[in-house]
Antibody, heavy 118, light 110 residues
Framework: QVQLQESGPGLVKPSETLSLTCAVSGYSVISGYYWGWVRQPPGKGLEWIGT???????YYNPSLQSRVTMSVDTSKNQFSLKLRSVTATDTAVYYCARVAVGGQTDFWGQGTLVTVSS | QSALTQPASVSGSPGQSITISCTGTSSDVGGYDYVSWYQQHPGKAPKVMIYDVSKRPSGVSNRFSGSKSGNTASLTISGLQAEDEADYYCCSFTSITTYVFGTGTKVTVL
């Protein structure tokens, strides 16, 4: 069974960098799917952050592109998200997910709440 | 990219059918057969209910169906059940090779 697990600090200070990792088990990150990040501010809707392929190709939400970097570590079977210069509006539950061509995300992590506050 | 437009809320009685619309543009919903629908219960991760406009993943009830006409996609839930009460989001591939979610619809079973 494919499982994804997010990890990283739950509290980040304004202007600093949010860093999250998604560990994948039960499936190899190089086996043909894309990998993505989605976030959801408290009480609000879902927002697509971006997707990455194991080759390193990345596709970012234009509204976040200037602050986002995604990467894949095939040796550890995991992928990561970095969001720079965060503000309170970046406070959200961050989900990682397996993404098929066309956007079907069939496996999700449980989500991790990241709060931006001093 | 702007979020796709969904009604804020839809309600129905048990056994009835409801339809949720998802309106985009020719650069997303209208341009590709890559629309998916997600169900999200409070405090839980989203679950895919429909992908590629009208395909249903294994294990998803056949009470859920999807369609598309022009720039608008739709999710229909037939035989509404109490367990269907949740938030629903559409999602579309876009012309700039990203994805965009809808604004979300709260489904209430009366």
């Amino acid at each position: 069974q494919v499982q994804l697990q997010e990890s990283g600090p739950g509290l980040v200070k304004p202007s600093e960098t949010l860093s999250l990792t998604c560990a994948v088990s039960g499936y190899s990150v190089i086996s043909g799917y894309y990998w993505g990040w989605v976030r959801q501010p408290p009480g609000k809707g879902l927002e697509w952050i971006g997707t990455i392929y194991h080759s390193g190709s990345t596709y970012y939400n234009p509204s976040l592109q200037s602050r986002v970097t995604m990467s894949v570590d095939t040796s550890k079977n995991q992928f990561s998200l970095k969001l720079r210069s965060v503000t309170a509006t970046d406070t959200a539950v961050y989900y990682c997910a397996r993404v098929a061509v066309g956007g079907q995300t069939d496996f999700w992590g449980q989500g991790t709440l990241v709060t931006v506050s001093s | 990219q702007s979020a796709l437009t969904q009604p804020a809320s839809v309600s129905g009685s048990p056994g009835q059918s409801i339809t949720i619309s998802c309106t985009g543009t020719s650069s997303d919903v209208g341009g590709y057969d890559y629309v998916s629908w997600y169900q999200q219960h409070p405090g839980k991760a989203p679950k895919v209910m429909i992908y590629d406009v009208s395909k249903r993943p294994s294990g998803v009830s056949n009470r859920f169906s999807g369609s598309k006409s022009g720039n608008t996609a739709s999710l229909t839930i037939s035989g509404l059940q109490a367990e269907d009460e949740a938030d629903y989001y559409c999602c579309s591939f876009t012309s700039i090779t990203t994805y965009v979610f809808g604004t979300g619809t709260k489904v209430t079973v009366l």
